[in-house]
């Protein structure tokens, strides 16, 4: 956990916004020495094919051949 003042971050937000997204690690900013702000990056769950779309399992339904070229209906440009 990084802590930084308001104002060095006003100066180099980028940078530390940066180093919050590529290590992980927390930063909390202070105001004349208290911590008013936490920046944490956002975790996100990886989910697999079936998780992600169990939600329309059973309620799509595609007629035809899935397969088949679809020249016809998108040219080449």
Not at 5 to 29: I, Q
Not at 53 to 70: C, H, N, Q, W
Request: charged share 30%; proline share 5%.
């Amino acid at each position: 956990m990084r802590v930084v003042a308001k104002s060095a971050l006003k100066a180099k937000m980028l940078e530390y916004f940066r180093d919050v997204e590529t290590t992980g690690d927390e930063l909390v900013v202070t105001s004349n020495g208290v911590p008013v702000l936490r920046v944490v990056p956002i975790t996100r769950k990886k989910m697999s094919a079936e998780e992600a779309f169990a939600d329309v399992r059973g309620k799509i339904e595609y007629r035809g051949d899935m397969l088949s070229p679809t020249a016809d209906e998108w040219p080449e440009t």
